[in-house]
Each structure stands twice: as C-alpha cells, then as structure tokens.
Nanobody, 125 residues
Framework: QVQVVESGGDSVQPGGSLRLSCVLS????????ITWFRQAPGKEREGVAA???????NYAHAVSGRFTTFRHNSENTAYLQMKSLVSSDTGRYYC???????????????????WGQGTPVTVGS
C-alpha cells in the first residue's frame, strides 16, 4: 500500500526559508512523479512544483526562482526547498504522487492518486 507523508512545515518570518520533505513508501519511488500543492485558507488548492522521476522539475510562476524541488531517490524522499518566503506562501502544503515519470505543477489535483496529510506553513511577522 502506497503512503505519502510530508513534514517540515513551520512558522517563519517573511524572507525566511523552509525545507519540506515528502516520503513515499510501499512501492518503487522512481516509478512516481511528485507534485507539491498548497492550499491557503478560503482558497482552492494550487500546484507549485513538480519533481519528475529523473530529478528534473517544473515550477509555477509564483514560486519560480524561490522554490526548488529535488529528490533523493535512494531515500524515497522528495524535498521542497523554499526561500524568500512571503505572506502569500502561507498555507497547507501537500505532496501528491502519481505513477508516471513526468507530471506538472499545473496538473489537476484529481489525477493524483496518493496524497499526504499536508504540513502547515505560516509566513508572518
């Protein structure tokens, strides 16, 4: 049974940094692409970054240049490194996995079969 677990959310000051982790268990990690989503209070869930099976990635415009996603396939873990955080980055961050090599931050959330429980990120003074 595939499970996805995120961690690393916290409260930070504007301009700060955080690293989120996403561990996939129960199957071969490299058979899955990983997309990071976030959901702010009262807003729809939106994709922010996607890590393909080979470590390549793509990013939403709102986070490009500030967020980096990468994978340590030997550890079955994907990461979302976030820097220069701003208040609009506040939200619950989710890791979603799909059994294909490439996925996009723009993918409809409904196509992802496996989701973590989310981890909260708060950016505020």
């Amino acid at each position: 049974q595939v499970q996805v677990v995120e961690s690393g959310g916290d409260s930070v000051q504007p301009g700060g940094s955080l690293r989120l982790s996403c561990v996939l268990s129960g199957d071969t990690f490299t058979d899955y692409c990983i997309t990071w989503f976030r959901q702010a209070p009262g807003k729809e869930r939106e994709g922010v970054a996607a890590a393909h099976f080979d470590g390549s990635a793509n990013y939403a415009h709102a986070v490009s240049g500030r967020f980096t996603t990468f994978r340590h396939n030997s550890e079955n873990t994907a990461y979302l490194q976030m820097k220069s955080l701003v208040s609009s980055d506040t939200g619950r961050y989710y890791c979603a996995a799909d059994q294909r090599k490439y996925c996009g931050w723009y993918d409809d959330p409904s196509v992802f079969r496996y989701w973590g429980q989310g981890t909260p990120v708060t950016v505020g003074s």
